[in-house]
């Protein structure tokens, strides 16, 4: 199933992005979950929808929503669709906090008409697991980065292939307040990172990892594959299953 796209303005910010066609994919038994799954630089929510609907996971509804078409830095400014502007895959770009919050917020806004005593979450590749783990720190430290309130409560977030914006500052956030501290201990993380990527390097998800931990976020799941290079392979999306599973509480992974 899929829906046409919609205008979203960023939690606070001034510029409207139009964004593209959002694919729902329902749960085949009882729903007890809703994941937003979000697509890296490029790409669109179909072809990430396509693979989540043969996943064992009967009790989550999975929303692929497609990323605003933008001029994109990496690219010399030529069109693309993103969910921020960068100019470099990794952690060491420049964070263009304004690109990060609108599509931060895009996620929460998606899973704001959830029912209430349905578990959220968020996950993604590539530049789509950046937005998922920012939005992991946002929901953490109760913001965005403009400072305005995030309003959804995750129960997990999902980065394969990816990196974590605004490692930086993260400390000082998550070190602000108690209540900060204590949603980045309990928060399940999980990162997946193949030793021959190319495009994201192995090494900037081992950092992100390590900057997640050392930062307070005390459930973070680290896995790497030695030859997997910038895309997915079953092994991984296995241990994804087996992760949210557990994490979510879902009982067996065949379970309805």
């Known amino acids: 199933m899929s829906f046409g796209g919609a ?5 606070g910010g001034k510029r409207p992005f139009e964004y593209g066609r959002t694919h729902v994919v329902r749960p085949k038994g009882a729903h007890k979950a809703t994941i937003v799954w979000l697509h890296g630089l490029g790409d669109n929510g179909a072809s990430w929808s396509q693979l989540l609907e043969t996943l064992p996971l009967p009790n989550i509804k999975w929303i692929c929503p497609t990323a605003p078409t933008r001029p994109v830095a990496i690219f010399g400014g030529f069109p693309s669709t993103a969910w921020f502007d960068v100019a470099d895959l990794s952690e060491d770009s420049p964070d263009d906090v304004e690109g990060l919050d609108s599509s931060a917020a ?12 349905i578990k959220l979450g968020v996950g993604g590749f590539s530049m789509g697991a950046a937005t998922a783990l920012y939005s992991g720190t946002c929901f953490a430290h109760g913001k965005y980065g403009n400072g305005n309130p995030y309003p959804v409560n995750l129960s997990v977030a999902v ?8 490692a930086r500052s993260l400390k000082n956030k998550i070190e602000s307040s108690q ?9 399940p993380l999980m990162l997946c990172h193949g030793k021959a990527d190319d495009v994201v390097l192995y090494k900037h998800g081992e ?7 050392s930062t307070g976020f ?13 895309y997915t392979v079953p092994e991984e999306m296995d241990e994804v299953v087996k992760w949210l599973t557990a994490s979510l509480e879902l009982g067996s992974s065949s379970s309805t």
């Open 106 to 117: 895009h996620v929460a806004n998606l899973l704001s008409t959830e029912p209430a005593d």
């Open 179 to 187: 209540e900060a501290a204590q949603k980045a201990s309990s928060l």
């Open 218 to 230: 005390a459930n973070v799941e680290f896995k790497s594959y030695s030859r997997l290079g910038h």
């Open 159 to 166: 980065g394969l292939s990816g990196w974590l914006p605004c």
């Open 7 to 11: 205008s979203s303005v960023a939690a």
């Open 207 to 213: 950092r992100s990892a390590d900057a997640l931990k």
